[in-house]
């Protein structure tokens, strides 16, 4: 299921797991990547990256987007379904395999931009449902992911 642009984001699933979100200040979210987050202490939103265990969801924004810089000021939609699929560009070190499909894999951020770690199973946050974008050269830039059930937690 390759996905014909290079848009990132929502692919499928339904609205029923969304929720309204507070945000950790200052959080930098790209459309150009991800949004995966977990919870800090306070319970606000903070971008998931490496050595992030506990995804609460993934926000669901079209652009890029700054938040506040008082924590819990910005309030964003949160995807918490473990049926939604979103396409996130692979982290460089990461080549697609089709034999990845249903492995487990970990989230990175580079640049400000959330990526999958197709090479890192450590966390385990992710699992791969598809191949993503194709370009002309026949390059993967994409995956297809959805929570890893054991990594969502409540809030």
């Known amino acids: 299921m390759a996905q014909q642009s290079l848009e990132y984001g929502f692919r499928q699933g339904t609205d029923k797991g969304l929720f309204a979100l507070p945000m950790a200040a200052s959080q930098v979210l790209k459309k150009a990547g991800g949004g995966y987050v977990y919870t800090d202490a306070s319970g606000n939103g903070v971008i998931a990256g490496a050595t992030n265990t506990g995804i609460v969801g993934h926000l669901r924004l079209t652009e890029d987007f700054t938040c506040s810089a008082t924590a819990g000021a910005t309030v964003l939609p949160c ?52 191949k993503g974008f194709t370009n002309a050269a026949g390059t993967v830039l994409s995956a297809l992911v959805r929570i890893n059930p054991s990594a969502l937690v409540q809030r």
């Open 79 to 130: 995807d918490y379904s473990l049926e939604s699929v979103y396409e996130l560009p692979l982290g460089s070190a990461s080549t697609w395999a089709d034999t990845q499909i249903g492995n487990a894999c970990d989230l990175i951020i580079e640049s400000n931009v959330q990526r999958v770690n197709l090479n890192g199973n450590t966390d385990k946050t992710m699992l791969v449902v598809g």
